[in-house]
């Protein structure tokens, strides 16, 4: 299936500038694998630390149909990618950080990474190209996973704006402590705000308690002692008041 392209100006930062540049968002094919990579690679070598952010991707496979991969282009290059996997490892994975029934990898992807050229942050890119992506696979892959270090807040906060929430909390990819989130087109969950819990993130210990007592994570929120996940109890919609 082909997807159109859009084009927008995104603002570039760099000494002393910001200036708006055209940019182009569109679906990766066989010929951007090259470019993808390399600018994969040289992100994850200026962030360096597996703790934060894992090199591992499957941007050849989902290019080649094993899930979807998006860029945006700038100035003739890449400055941004993001990856969609629908490759069976990812997606066991995914069934069993969730809990789902095994007979669901066929309506689950993992939302495999998204990178963007430090020079076009704040541009939200992480948002808009995730919204790019739910257009892609809704409705058929609904059940959406993804994992995030909890040092990694921007990547976290961006992650639960785009309606994401977190799960659990577990050491992942050979130790790194990482969050589970998930996210179901097909049955959205409103979180009840009303007696939330704030739980610094530096609080490791904490994170797996609060699960267990069936709160779900749903904001980032900056404090004066530190950065907090805000918790709350997912509503139950009972079926007889739906049907009044
Ligand atoms: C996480 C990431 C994709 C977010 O990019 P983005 O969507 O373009 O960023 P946002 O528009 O949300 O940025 C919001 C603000 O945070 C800042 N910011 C975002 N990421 C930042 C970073 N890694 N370091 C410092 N500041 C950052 C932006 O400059 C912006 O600041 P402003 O409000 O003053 O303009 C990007 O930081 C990145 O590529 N990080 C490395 C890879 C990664 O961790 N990916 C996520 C896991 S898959």
Known sequence: MAYASQQFFLQKREVGLIAPVLCTLRILGEDDIGEAVTFHKRITDEIGDAGFF????????SIRGEGAVSGIFAEGRLIALRAVSYVKEYVDDALEDLGLDPSEAGNTAVMDFCVTDSAFRGNSI??????????????????LHTTVSPKNIFSLTNILKCGFH?????SKY?????????????????????GHKEILL????????V?????????VKHKSNGMALLYGKPLVVREESKAS
């Open 174 to 194: 050979g130790g790194h402590p990482r969050f589970v989130l998930y996210k179901n087109l097909r049955k959205p969950m409103a979180v009840q705000t009303r």
């Open 202 to 209: 530096r609080n490791y210990d904490y994170h797996p308690k």
């Open 211 to 219: 699960f267990a007592d069936g709160y779900v994570g749903y904001k």
């Open 54 to 61: 894992a090199e591992d991707n499957t941007i050849v496979e």
């Open 166 to 170: 977190a799960m659990r909390f577990k």
């Open 126 to 143: 992480q948002f808009f190209t995730y919204l790019f992506m739910e257009n892609i696979l809704y409705p058929n892959r609904y059940h």
